[in-house]
């Protein structure tokens, strides 16, 4: 990173800005949870739908990313994913019902979807010498959008009320529209078709159920670690706090891995350290949440902020070009998301059933092991998607 021109420092910043309009919809739920329970009636089943819509919509617009690449260009496909967010996040200012607040789910999820589906084959066309590099960059990004909102949506709600706590977030999007508008490159897509979807690789299926059970660890503790720590005692601002903490954890885990990634041609090595790392933080969320709560979603917010770019960087080192690039990032990112939108909402059901979190933090253990077995599949000589 330190070789960066001045201009792909500016495309980094942008970057990085882009990704951070794209968790805000979602992470500004889960510290207000009780309030919106008081205002408007949303049980925990509906508060995961909050998270699941979103990420379920992810999954589905992925898929239709080869599709969308060949009809419209990265660019403008990327300012019409920010606007959507944009549109949806200010909308919330004048929301007064449940359905009106999952009909803006829907839509800010649409929104990220087109640009996580378009956003790597665009930092592969723009950056391709650096393309990991941008990548750790763009879901560092997301993931600090994820810290600032969650330690900002309670504090914001208790000064201004929950409309304009969860609105205000349209911010970071104008801006980003503005930014991405004026300085990133205007490259043309190539318009000569797309490949098919990799449906007949088995590795390509491995890839998508890896970054799935990865996104569903992090879907998961992004919709209900509050809720997890409220039930044991907590303050709703002191459970915000330590989801900011967590998410802020990724963030820096996500630094790490655009610094040292270049440096782990096998890139099994750092995953297994992130997945136990995760495996452990679970274990400490099960058996000793509250003595050593801090350590606890330290351990876990290092692990899943790896894990997230590292599942991302895995399946973009086999595509070796743009369009290879949008096609398998669109069949893993659109299998995962759809598997990973499960997640918050099985766990809502789990709470109404049994009134707390442990059989979702169980199942997600479950995850990580299987997690573990894959991983050992990604060899860098043997491991090859078919197209």
Not at 173 to 187: D, K, N, S, T, V
Request: net charge positive; glycine share 8%; aromatic share 10%.
């Amino acid at each position: 990173m330190s070789k960066f021109s001045y201009s792909q420092w500016i495309l980094a910043t942008i970057t990085i800005i882009v990704g951070l309009n794209l968790r805000p919809i979602m992470a500004s739920i889960s510290p207000i949870v009780p309030v919106l329970a008081n205002d408007i009636g949303i049980n925990n089943q509906t508060a995961g739908l909050l998270t699941t819509l979103p990420v379920a919509m992810m999954g589905c617009f992925a898929l239709l990313g080869p599709r969308i690449q060949s009809r419209v260009s990265e660019y403008i496909g990327i300012l019409a994913g920010l606007l959507a967010i944009a549109l949806s996040c200010g909308y919330r200012f004048f929301t007064d019902s449940t359905l009106l607040l999952l009909i803006t789910s829907l839509i800010g999820g649409i929104g990220i979807a087109i640009i996580q589906t378009l956003m790597p084959a665009y930092l592969k066309r723009i950056a391709p010498d650096n393309a990991s590099v941008f990548m750790g960059l763009f879901t560092t990004g997301i993931m600090a959008g994820a810290a600032i909102s969650a330690a900002t949506t309670s504090p914001l709600e208790g000064a201004f009320g929950w409309n304009i706590a969860l609105s205000i977030m349209a911010i970071p999007a104008i801006l980003a529209i503005i930014l991405f508008f004026y300085y990133m490159p205007h490259i043309k897509s190539s318009r000569n078709g797309y490949l098919p979807l990799p449906i007949k690789s088995k590795n390509a299926w491995l890839l998508m159920l890896f970054f799935g059970i990865g996104t569903g660890a992090y879907t998961l503790v992004l919709a209900w670690l509050p809720l997890n720590y409220t039930q044991l005692g907590w303050s709703r601002d002191a459970s915000g706090a330590l989801l900011s903490i967590l998410t802020v954890a990724e963030v820096v885990s996500g630094i790490l891995i655009s610094i040292f990634i270049k440096k782990f041609n096998d890139r099994r090595k750092p995953l297994f350290v992130t997945l136990l790392l995760i495996l452990v933080g679970l274990i400490l969320l099960i058996y000793i949440p509250s003595k050593l709560a801090f350590l606890t979603v330290i351990i876990l917010g290092l692990g899943i902020g790896a894990l997230f770019p590292l599942s991302l960087i895995v399946a973009l080192d086999y595509a070796s070009n743009a369009k290879q690039a949008v096609t398998l990032l669109a069949f893993v990112q659109g299998g995962g998301y759809l598997i990973a939108s499960a997640f918050p909402f099985m766990a809502g059901v789990l709470i109404d059933v049994s009134s707390d979190l442990t059989g979702a933090w169980i199942g997600m253990i479950v995850g990580v092991l299987l997690l573990l077995t894959i991983c050992n599949k990604f060899s860098p000589r043997d491991f090859v998607v078919r197209y």
